[in-house]
């Protein structure tokens, strides 16, 4: 890095850079102790870490990001997590062109994956239980949306799908959406749901489906999804606010009104 350009941080700020998982750059896998960047602990697991919500951080370069001058700062931001988040799996399971791929949900995550897949070439198609997001769904590139409160809505697309990126965080029935998938096809986790979900062997056993789950990246690949994003003007949607309106954006984030991410502006701290 050179004075004056601009660096990011993403949701690590170090890890043990020797096991197997950091030596082939996928420090998010550390298999001795990943260092959060926030709500976590230092290298010694006892010094907690408190974020980048602050005028200043020190990270180490090797585990920092290079961010293109060419985009608006706040709608990069969350790149570092919903962007890399979704790109990983996308990329790890080689979503490309000619492919269909479904969404389960359109929150922070499912807006970035939609993006992400339509770029690569994907034919795309959103599932939600609000049918007033299908404006928002097809704006962002989706082809096509299904409401997943009926069930014959998901019955009519059985086997259609090769991957499937379920970014619900709320309980839901995953037998519903493996069963969209065809031979080999592949149900990627990035939401967490809270109480464990239940998988009927039966989904993945008649179609040799996979069920796989998949968080963040390491800082090669973060790096070059910020690199496509750049190229292809990728950006997350955001609503910027002032830090003191923190508590309100919470609460409205439990509400799922947001589109699709907030930003906390700095400069009011």
Not at 54 to 71: A, H, R
Not at 144 to 149: G, K, P, Q, W
Not at 209 to 220: F, K, N, P, V
């Amino acid at each position: 890095f050179k004075v004056g350009e601009l660096a990011g941080v993403g949701c690590f700020v170090d890890s043990c850079r020797v096991c197997a998982s950091c030596k082939a750059g996928l420090e998010q896998y550390c298999e001795v102790h990943l260092v959060l960047t926030y709500n976590g602990t230092e290298k010694d697991e006892k010094t907690p870490t408190y974020g980048g919500y602050s005028s200043q951080i020190v990270v180490d370069e090797n585990y920092t990001l290079k961010i293109s001058p060419k985009l608006p700062l706040a709608n990069i931001a969350p790149l570092l997590c919903a962007g890399i988040t979704t790109y990983s799996p996308l990329r790890h399971f080689k979503v490309g062109r000619g492919q269909r791929v479904g969404v389960v949900g359109l929150g922070g995550l499912g807006h970035m994956a939609v993006k992400l897949a339509a770029a690569m070439g994907a034919e795309v198609t959103v599932f939600s239980t609000s049918k007033t997001k299908e404006q928002d769904a097809r704006r962002l590139g989706a082809h096509d949306f299904v409401v997943s409160l009926d069930p014959k809505n998901l019955d009519a697309l059985a086997n259609r799908f090769d991957f499937i990126l379920d970014a619900v965080s709320a309980p839901h029935d995953v037998n519903a959406y493996l069963n969209l998938l065809r031979r080999d096809g592949v149900m990627a986790m990035v939401g967490v749901p809270a109480k464990p979900l239940q998988v009927q062997a039966f989904s993945l056993l008649l179609k040799r489906r996979t069920l796989a789950g998949s968080i963040i990246g390491g800082i090669r690949e973060t790096q070059e999804m910020l690199d496509y994003c750049a190229k292809k003007k990728i950006t997350s949607d955001v609503e910027v606010i002032p830090i003191q309106q923190i508590e309100a954006a919470w609460e409205r984030t439990i509400k799922g009104d947001v589109r699709y991410r907030f930003v906390i502006d700095m400069k009011t701290l």
